[in-house]
């Protein structure tokens, strides 16, 4: 099933796979697959194309083409994209997000490897302590994050902006949704950001003032862009182990290649290309 293109008239069998969002020229996700085409030997292409809303339909129809392996999903189609695939994992049913598309003769299962992809960061960090933890937001990074940490049996409180969303997330999900003020910090081992506050802004925060939390607790903030968010800054002054986000982008990236391909490429493959360690090779 490899697709073929023609390449200075020397046919070149190659292997396709996309990032469908709007906008995409940000995405990271490039440079990652293509070192992790690179490492595994594979003749791949991967391809950030920015898709409307209401183009997701036919941009999904041709996934089911010839030589594609699959695509990410990102911002706005994580959601929208469930009824127009043949089938859902029990990660993508139950967090209600999809954000990895397999293609597999015609069929498209669709995933989500944020979940797994938010453990593996954790445990990467030396996070993955039991104990209470509280994630922050409730929209689809926060419901992975929820699903996630429940699938480790951990207890789990969700804090978000607007109220409603939390209690529908923890209808669907379980846990329990909690107003700030109400959550018993100081026994918190694990605080996770899963809401867009902070992204792109260094003096912003879910959460101020940062309350005491348990000794030995973690902060993890999927944001990654700015490296250093204020909430980073501030629990690593309070003496407060604290990761941002770049780990989960690796390993839910790390996940969508393997489950396209099989091929088990390192996490460091995929860190070492966001990180600009590696220059990703010309695209066939
Ligand atoms: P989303 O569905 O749009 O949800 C955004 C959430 O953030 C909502 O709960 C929203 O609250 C909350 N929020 C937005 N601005 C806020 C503010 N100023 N103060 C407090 N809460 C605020 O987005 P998403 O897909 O879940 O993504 C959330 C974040 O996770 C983004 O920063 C995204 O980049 C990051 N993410 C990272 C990774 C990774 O691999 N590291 C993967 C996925 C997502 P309301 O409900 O009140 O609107």
Same mark, same amino acid.
């Given at each position: 099933?490899?697709?073929?293109?023609?390449?200075?008239?020397? *046919?070149? $069998?190659?292997?396709?796979?996309?990032?469908?969002?709007?906008?995409?020229? %940000?995405?990271?996700?490039?440079?990652?697959?293509?070192? #992790?085409? +690179? &490492?595994?030997?594979?003749?791949?292409?991967?391809?950030?194309?920015?898709?409307?809303?209401?183009?997701?339909?036919? +941009?999904?129809?041709?996934?089911?083409?010839?030589?594609?392996?699959?695509?990410? /999903?990102?911002?706005?189609?994580?959601?929208?994209? !469930?009824?127009?695939?043949?089938?859902?994992?029990? &990660?993508?049913?139950?967090?209600?997000?999809?954000?990895?598309?397999?293609?597999?003769?015609?069929? !498209?299962?669709?995933?989500?490897?944020?979940?797994?992809?938010?453990?593996?960061?954790?445990?990467?960090?030396?996070?993955?302590?039991?104990?209470?933890?509280?994630? /922050?937001?409730?929209?689809?990074? +926060? $419901?992975?994050?929820?699903?996630?940490? %429940?699938?480790?049996?951990?207890?789990?409180?969700?804090?978000?902006?607007? *109220?409603?969303? &939390?209690? #529908?997330?923890?209808?669907?999900?379980?846990?329990?949704?909690?107003?700030?003020?109400?959550?018993?910090?100081?026994?918190?081992? !694990?605080?996770?950001?899963?809401?867009? #506050?902070?992204?792109?802004?260094? %003096?912003?925060?879910?959460?101020?003032?940062?309350?005491?939390?348990?000794?030995?607790?973690?902060?993890?903030?999927?944001?990654?862009?700015?490296?250093?968010?204020?909430?980073? $800054?501030? &629990? $690593?002054?309070?003496?407060?182990?604290?990761?941002?986000?770049?780990?989960?982008?690796? %390993?839910? #990236?790390?996940?969508?290649?393997?489950?396209?391909?099989?091929?088990?490429?390192?996490?460091?493959?995929?860190?070492? +290309?966001?990180?600009?360690?590696?220059?990703?090779?010309?695209?066939?």
């Amino acid at each position: 099933m490899l697709g073929s293109v023609i390449a200075s008239g020397v *046919p070149v $069998r190659v292997w396709r796979t996309f990032l469908y969002a709007d906008p995409a020229a %940000h995405s990271l996700s490039p440079q990652m697959h293509a070192a #992790a085409f +690179a &490492a595994a030997g594979w003749p791949g292409r991967y391809e950030a194309r920015r898709v409307a809303p209401q183009d997701l339909p036919a +941009a999904i129809g041709e996934l089911r083409a010839p030589g594609v392996l699959g695509a990410n /999903l990102s911002l706005p189609h994580k959601e929208a994209a !469930l009824p127009l695939l043949d089938d859902l994992s029990p &990660a993508a049913r139950a967090i209600g997000a999809v954000n990895t598309v397999i293609h597999r003769d015609g069929r !498209l299962l669709g995933d989500n490897t944020d979940a797994p992809g938010f453990l593996a960061a954790l445990d990467g960090a030396g996070a993955s302590a039991a104990g209470l933890s509280v994630v /922050l937001g409730a929209g689809g990074a +926060a $419901r992975a994050a929820v699903y996630a940490l %429940h699938s480790r049996g951990q207890e789990v409180l969700v804090v978000n902006r607007t *109220p409603e969303r &939390a209690a #529908a997330l923890t209808r669907d999900l379980g846990g329990q949704a909690l107003g700030a003020a109400e959550v018993p910090w100081a026994q918190v081992r !694990l605080l996770v950001n899963a809401s867009s #506050a902070g992204l792109g802004d260094p %003096h912003s925060s879910p959460l101020t003032p940062l309350p005491a939390l348990a000794p030995g607790a973690f902060v993890y903030d999927m944001v990654y862009k700015p490296a250093e968010t204020r909430l980073l $800054r501030e &629990a $690593r002054a309070a003496g407060v182990r604290a990761e941002n986000g770049l780990g989960m982008l690796a %390993h839910q #990236a790390r996940l969508a290649f393997a489950a396209w391909t099989g091929a088990e490429v390192p996490a460091e493959v995929f860190l070492e +290309a966001l990180a600009g360690g590696v220059q990703a090779p010309p695209q066939p």
